[in-house]
T-cell receptor, first 115, second 115 residues
């Protein structure tokens, strides 16, 4: 399977702990996006990378959220000092940048539960 | 900033019948794309259909078609000959051609196809 993969699929943590999620995009895709989806809502954009450069991060929810894509391949999203309000599905998507339009392909998501 | 509104949280349709999901959006931009995404239960989001704002002709993909009314900022999805596998959450989404290419989603419509 050469789709977008995310790990772990589920994470349960206690309030105040740090968590890190990983996303592996489709191999030839140089854009990578992170979204958050809370129950009953559509995904909400958080940040995106083109290769290793983080080109938009103003939509990250607080300074407890950070993302990296060190070699332009996989990406990590870290949440420090988790709060119960961080419980959500975290989705990753990737796309090419050639041409006028490039479809974003989504991964299965990481479901975070903060107790 | 763009907003996307889906006013039908839930809908149901009998197998083989036709159903229309509604979506309205608000933007001051002229160059953009509109999408319908499908998110089956516990599975990842997939693209159903895409419409470019400058094209007057409504997009179609097999049993799926849209009614794009640019002046009214309306973008509805029609599913013909509904199948049990169409049961899913459907999200309407907006993407500016001039920005970071992130998607702005509506809150979704849960469609259930009844046997």
């Amino acid at each position: 399977d050469t789709g977008v993969s995310q790990d772990p699929r589920h994470k349960i943590t206690k309030r105040g702990q740090n968590v890190t999620f990983r996303c592996d995009p489709i191999s030839e895709h140089n854009r990578l996006y992170w979204y958050r989806q809370t129950l009953g809502q559509g995904p909400e954009f958080l940040t995106y990378f083109q290769n290793e450069a983080q080109l938009e991060k103003s939509r990250l929810l607080s300074d407890r959220f950070s993302a990296e894509r060190p070699k332009g391949s996989f990406s990590t999203l870290e949440i420090q000092r988790t709060e119960q309000g961080d419980s959500a599905m975290y989705l990753c998507a990737s796309s090419k940048t050639s041409g006028d339009y490039n479809e974003q392909f989504f991964g299965p998501g990481t479901r975070l539960t903060v107790l | 900033a763009q907003t996307v509104t889906q006013s039908q949280p839930e809908m149901s349709v009998q197998e083989a019948e036709t159903v229309t999901l509604s979506c309205t959006y608000d933007t001051s931009e002229n160059n953009y794309y509109l999408f319908w995404y499908k998110q089956p239960p516990s599975r990842q989001m997939i693209l159903v259909i895409r419409q470019e704002a400058y094209k007057q002709q409504n997009a179609t993909e097999n049993r799926f078609s849209v009614n794009f009314q640019k002046a009214a900022k309306s973008f509805s999805l029609k599913i013909s000959d509904s199948q049990l596998g169409d049961t899913a959450m459907y999200f309407c989404a907006f993407m500016s051609k001039d920005s970071a290419r992130q998607l702005t989603f509506g809150s979704g419509t849960q469609l259930t196809v009844l046997p």
